[in-house]
C-alpha cells in the first residue's frame, strides 16, 4: 500500500486519501470540498482550475497529487483570507471584473502570481499574464484594469 | 465613500453599481451545481453515439449493471418515451427529442447513461456497454439534407418548415433599380464558450416530488418540459438555478435535466452529471451554421430598392429553437434599412450533426453578415463611403415595419454610425489604409464597420412577462424574488439598482432570492435580451407598488397625505421638512402593530411594444500579407439604447460581445470531419480570444429614451454581439480589396484571399 501523499494546502499540513495519479483539481474538489478550484477544460487551457503550487500559478487539471508531495499549494479558499486578496476582490468587484464569476477564482490567482514577480505591471504584463486564462464574459478589460487599481492601491503589498 | 454618497443621494439609475453578487465570486464562495454534494448523491456519465445516423440494433447493458457501485443503466429502453422539444420558447412545435430513442442522429447523440455511487464506476460502467448500428444515410451538410429525395432524419422530412416573410414587391424592385448584387455568404457553427460546462443535480424525493438543480436561463420552460416528460404536476416539479458560470443560449435548452431527473426516478437517489470541455462541445448545442443568399437592387445614389434573403439554417439533429431562431432572424430583416420591397425566406432544415439552438443574437450575427459584406460591396461598387450608404438607408424615428407599419420605436441608428465615425477616427485610419494599399506594405491596413439591430423580449410573438414579489423585513430591508437566472450578465443588479430608486431603500438593504421555480414568480426566461426592458420594467413596477404601501403606512404615522411623501435613503420624508420623516423599520413595525399586516407585493409586468437597439460597429485590423493573420487594432461599437442604467454592466456587456464577435470573425468554428465528428472539440483547438489578442476599445452610447422601457433604456445583451464579425470581415476584404464570404477568416482563407488578389507582400 503506497502511502498517503501529504502536503501543505492553504497553510494547512493534509494527507490525501487519493492515489498519487489523481488529478490534483479533482483531489482539491472532491476530496478537500475546495469547489473555488472550477473545472472548465481539462487540458489545462481555460486556467479556471487556477492553484499556487510553492507560489507559481499552475493549472491543478494538469499537475497529479503526487506531484504536490511536501509541497505547498494555495487556492482561492487560503488565498482570499489574505489583504491582498481583499484589494483584488474589491477591484474585481468594484470595476466589474466579474460577470458570470466562474473563472474569476483562477483570474484571481493569476493576478497574485502576476503581481507577485511584477507589482507595477503594464497593461501588456497584465494581458500576457493572464495567457493562461480564458474568461468568456468580459472581454477582460475590466479585469486588467482591475488588477491595475489592485496594484496602485495595494503597493508595497506585492 | 463614494457609494455611501450615492446612497443618500439615492440615484442609482446611471450609476457604476457593481454585481450584486461580485463578491462572493471573487472569493470563489458562491455555489454552482457541480459544487454541490447531496447526501447520497450519484455520479452520472453519458454514453455517446459514435455513428452519425443510425437505428440501435441492439444495445448491451448487462457488463456494466453487473459492475459494483452502479445503480441504473439507462437506454431507450427503459426511459420514458415522450417526444418534446427542449427548448422552452419552442415547447409546442417540432417535438423531436426524447431522452433515449432507439435512433441515434448525430456524433454526440445520446445513447445511454449510468448512475453510479463515484464518477470513476460510471465511468468504467459507460464503457462495458455494448451497442449494435444499423447505420442510415447521414448529411452534414444542409443544403444536401434539403434535396427532395434525401433520407428523412424525422418523420416529416428534413425540411423542418419553410418560413416567409415578405413587404412590397421585390420583383417590381429588381426592373427600378440601377444595379443588382447577388452573393453567397456561409457561416459555420460556433460554441459557446460558457466557462461552466453542462451540469444538472436531480432529487426526486419519497413524496413525488423532483427537484433539478441547473445553471438553466429557462427554469420554468424547463419545469414545464420535465412536467411533461414524467407526468408530474407542476407542484411537483422544482427547477432552481443557484446560480450559471455563462450561458449566451446554450443553457436556455434541457439538455442533462430529463436524463438525471431519469436517473433519479430509477434510483430513488440524487443524481448528478457535469459534462466535460468535450461532451459540451459535441453534445449540447452550437449557434446555427447558416448558408446566406442575399440579392439587392439600389439605385446610382445608393438607395436599396429592394432585398432578397434565402437562408439556409442548419438546425442539426434535432429542433431544439430553430423555428424561433430562423422567425426572428427573418423578422429582423424588416427592421434596419428603409427598403420597401423585402422578401425573407427561411429553410431550419434538420442534418446529421450536434443540434443548433439559441445563441447570443439568435440568427441575428448570421443575417447580419450577410448584409453588411454585401453593404460594403455596394459602396464600393458606387465607389461611395459605406457610411453615406448607411445613412442613406437607414430607419429613422417614426419608421415603419414595412410588412405591417408597426413602427420600430425611437430608432436611432444614424446617429450611432456618426457618433461612431467620430469616435473611431474613420477619415484618418481611411487614409493610413489606402497608405498601407499604396505603399505595398506586407502588414496591410484594414477599416470595416457594420451595423446591427436586435429586439427587447419577444412581444408580437408570445405573452412576455415577469413576475416579481417584494417582502419588506421587521427592521425595513427589502427581500426581492425574482424569476430571473441572471448570468453574470447583470440582470439582476439592474432589477435591484431600479427597485432602489423607486423606492429608496439603499442597496445595501435588500437581498434577493433569483430563479427556483417554487419561489419566484413566472418568469419567460433568461432570453431574448429582455432583462433590462421587461425584468427591469418588472421591476419598476413592483417597487412602485411597494412604494404605495410604504407611504400608505408613513401617512399615518406622520399623519399626512401619502403623496407629500419622499423615500430616500430607507426612510419616508415629508416634502416641506426633511424633519418630519419616519423610518421604513417604524414602517414594518406600524403596519404589524398597528394594521396587523406584512407588507409584501408582487406584481406581473406584461411587455407592452417591442422595442429595437441599435449598434454601430467599427474595427480596424492589420493583416499580414505573408502568414494571413489578421490581427485586430481597434475597436468602436457605438450602441442606440435608450437610457444606460448600469454604465459599468453595459460595458461588460459590449466588450464581452467583442470578444466573443472576434472570434467568430476570426478563429471558431466547429470542424466537422466527413464522418461527422467534431475534430476540434477541445479548447486546445477550438481558439477563443485571450486577454493580449483584444484590441483597443472605444465605446459611446446614444441615449435616447424608449418609450415603454424603465428609464427610457433599452437592451444591449444580443445588439452587442451582431455586428462585431461583420464589421472584422469587412476591414479584412478592404484591407487586401478582396471578397470573403465566409467565417472564420483563418490565415488559410485570407491566403487563399490574397492569392485570389494576387497581391504580394
Known amino acids: 500500500m503506497a502511502e498517503n501523499i501529504r502536503f501543505v494546502l492553504n497553510g494547512e499540513t493534509v494527507e490525501s486519501k487519493s492515489a498519487a495519479n489523481e488529478r490534483l483539481l479533482d483531489v482539491l474538489r472532491d476530496e478537500f470540498r475546495l469547489t473555488g478550484v472550477k473545472c472548465g477544460c481539462r487540458e489545462g487551457e481555460c486556467g479556471a482550475c487556477s492553484v499556487l503550487i510553492d507560489g507559481q500559478l499552475a493549472n491543478s487539471c494538469l499537475v497529479a497529487l503526487g506531484a504536490v508531495s511536501d509541497r505547498d499549494v494555495e487556492t482561492i479558499e487560503g488565498f482570499s483570507r489574505s489583504e491582498r486578496f481583499e484589494i483584488l476582490s474589491d477591484a474585481f468587484a468594484d470595476l466589474s471584473a466579474v460577470q458570470c464569476g466562474f473563472c474569476i477564482p483562477g483570474m484571481v490567482l493569476a493576478a497574485e502570481s502576476l503581481l507577485r514577480f511584477n507589482p507595477n505591471p503594464t497593461d501588456h504584463d497584465i494581458r500576457e499574464g493572464l495567457s493562461g486564462n480564458i474568461c468568456r464574459c468580459t472581454g477582460y478589460n475590466a479585469i486588467v484594469h482591475a488588477i491595475q487599481n489592485a496594484a496602485e492601491k495595494g503597493k508595497g503589498l506585492w | 465613500m463614494e457609494s455611501k454618497a450615492r446612497q443618500e443621494k439615492n440615484t442609482e439609475i446611471g450609476h457604476r453599481t457593481p454585481l450584486y453578487d461580485a463578491p462572493l465570486k471573487a472569493s470563489g464562495v458562491i455555489r454552482y451545481v457541480d459544487d454541490m454534494k447531496l447526501p447520497r448523491m450519484l455520479y452520472a456519465k453519458m454514453v455517446w453515439s459514435t455513428v452519425p445516423h443510425a437505428i440501435i440494433k441492439s444495445i448491451d447493458t448487462e457488463e456494466a449493471e453487473k459492475m459494483p457501485g452502479v445503480r441504473a443503466v439507462c437506454t431507450w429502453k427503459n426511459c420514458r418515451q415522450v417526444s418534446y422539444n427542449s427548448c422552452g420558447e419552442d415547447i409546442d412545435k417540432f417535438l423531436t427529442e426524447r431522452i433515449f430513442d432507439q435512433r441515434v442522429r448525430f456524433v454526440g447523440d445520446r445513447m445511454a447513461a449510468v448512475a453510479a455511487d463515484t464518477l470513476e464506476i460510471a465511468e468504467k460502467a459507460a464503457k462495458l456497454i455494448k451497442v449494435e448500428y444499423q447505420e442510415l444515410p447521414f448529411y452534414l451538410d444542409a443544403e444536401l439534407a434539403m434535396k427532395d429525395d434525401a433520407f428523412p432524419i424525422h418523420a416529416g422530412g428534413n425540411v ?48 413525488g416530488k423532483l427537484t433539478v438543480y441547473s445553471p438553466s436561463q429557462d427554469i420554468f420552460g424547463c419545469r414545464a418540459n420535465l412536467s411533461r416528460i414524467f407526468s408530474l404536476p407542476m407542484s411537483k416539479v422544482r427547477v432552481v438555478n443557484p446560480c450559471i458560470g455563462g450561458g449566451f443560449g446554450g443553457k436556455i435548452d434541457a439538455i442533462l435535466e430529463p436524463i438525471v431527473a431519469q436517473l433519479a426516478m430509477m434510483t430513488l437517489r440524487p443524481v448528478k452529471m457535469t459534462l466535460n470541455r468535450r461532451e459540451e462541445i459535441i453534445s449540447t448545442r452550437t449557434r446555427h451554421a447558416m448558408t446566406i443568399n442575399l440579392k439587392t437592387a439600389f439605385m446610382n445614389d445608393g438607395r436599396i430598392v429592394a432585398e432578397q434573403m434565402t437562408m439556409i439554417a442548419n438546425a442539426g439533429a434535432y429542433s431544439a429553437g430553430t423555428s424561433s431562431v430562423v422567425w426572428a432572424s427573418g423578422g429582423k430583416f424588416f427592421k434596419k434599412h428603409k427598403t420597401p420591397h423585402l422578401r425573407f425566406t427561411g429553410y431550419p432544415v434538420f442534418t446529421n450533426t450536434p443540434v443548433a439552438g439559441a445563441m447570443r443574437g439568435f440568427g441575428s450575427p448570421q443575417r447580419c453578415f450577410a448584409q453588411e459584406r454585401q453593404m460594403n460591396r455596394i459602396a464600393k461598387k458606387l465607389n461611395m463611403s459605406v457610411l453615406d450608404l448607411q445613412l442613406m438607408n437607414l430607419v429613422d424615428i417614426g419608421d415603419c415595419d414595412a410588412r405591417n407599419q408597426v413602427a420600430h420605436g425611437r430608432a436611432f441608428p444614424k446617429e450611432a454610425v456618426l457618433r461612431g465615425k467620430v469616435l473611431f477616427d474613420w477619415e484618418e485610419n481611411l487614409r493610413e489604409m489606402k497608405r498601407s494599399q499604396e505603399d505595398n506594405s506586407r502588414f496591410r491596413i484594414g477599416i470595416g464597420m457594420a451595423v446591427g439591430v436586435h429586439g427587447n423580449g419577444v412581444y408580437g410573438v408570445m405573452p412576455d412577462t415577469s413576475g416579481i414579489i417584494l417582502k419588506l423585513n421587521e427592521d425595513g430591508s427589502l427581500t426581492v424574488f425574482t424569476g430571473y437566472s441572471d448570468m453574470g450578465n447583470g440582470t439582476v443588479t439592474t432589477q435591484l439598482q431600479i427597485i432602489s430608486a423607486v423606492s429608496g431603500i439603499p442597496l445595501n438593504r435588500i437581498a434577493c432570492v433569483t430563479a427556483d421555480t417554487e419561489t419566484t414568480m413566472w418568469d419567460l426566461g433568461n432570453y431574448s435580451s429582455r432583462g433590462t426592458f421587461v425584468g427591469g420594467n418588472a421591476a419598476l413596477k413592483a417597487a412602485e407598488h411597494l412604494s404605495d404601501e410604504l407611504k400608505r403606512e408613513a401617512a399615518e404615522i406622520l399623519n399626512i397625505n401619502a403623496d407629500e411623501i419622499v423615500l430616500e435613503n430607507g426612510a419616508a420624508v415629508w416634502k416641506d421638512s426633511r424633519e418630519r420623516f419616519t423610518t421604513l423599520a417604524d414602517i414594518a413595525l406600524h403596519a404589524k402593530s398597528v394594521n396587523q399586516r406584512d407588507i409584501c407585493v408582487s406584481d406581473t409586468f406584461a411587455s407592452q411594444n417591442l422595442a429595437l437597439s441599435y449598434g454601430a460597429h467599427f474595427c480596424k485590423v492589420s493583416v499580414d500579407t505573408e502568414t494571413g493573420i489578421v490581427k485586430p487594432l481597434l475597436f468602436v461599437a457605438v450602441h442606440d439604447l435608450g437610457k444606460v442604467i448600469n454604465p459599468m454592466q453595459t460595458e461588460g456587456q459590449i466588450e464581452g460581445a467583442i470578444q466573443m464577435g472576434l472570434g467568430y470573425a476570426l478563429s471558431e468554428a466547429l470542424q466537422i470531419n466527413e464522418e461527422g465528428k467534431i475534430t476540434n472539440a477541445i479548447l486546445k483547438k477550438y481558439k477563443m480570444f485571450h486577454a493580449a489578442e483584444m484590441p483597443e476599445i472605444r465605446i459611446a452610447y446614444v441615449e435616447n429614451s424608449e418609450v415603454g422601457g424603465p428609464f427610457g433604456a433599452k437592451s444591449i445583451g444580443e445588439c452587442s454581439a451582431v455586428p462585431v464579425a461583420a464589421a472584422v470581415a469587412n476591414a479584412v476584404c478592404n484591407a487586401l480589396d478582396a471578397s470573403i464570404d465566409r467565417l472564420p477568416l483563418t490565415p488559410d482563407l485570407v491566403l487563399e484571399a490574397i492569392k485570389f488578389r494576387g497581391l504580394s507582400g
Not at chain 2, 418560413?163 to 427600378?176: H, I, L, P, R
Open chain 2, 160 to 207: 423542418a418548415e419553410t418560413v416567409c416573410m415578405n413587404a412590397g414587391d421585390v420583383e417590381k424592385g429588381w426592373t427600378e433599380a440601377d444595379h443588382v448584387l447577388e452573393y453567397t455568404y456561409k457561416l459555420p457553427a460556433v460554441h459557446h464558450g460558457a466557462m461552466e460546462p453542462h451540469t444538472a443535480i436531480a432529487d426526486y424525493d419519497a413524496s
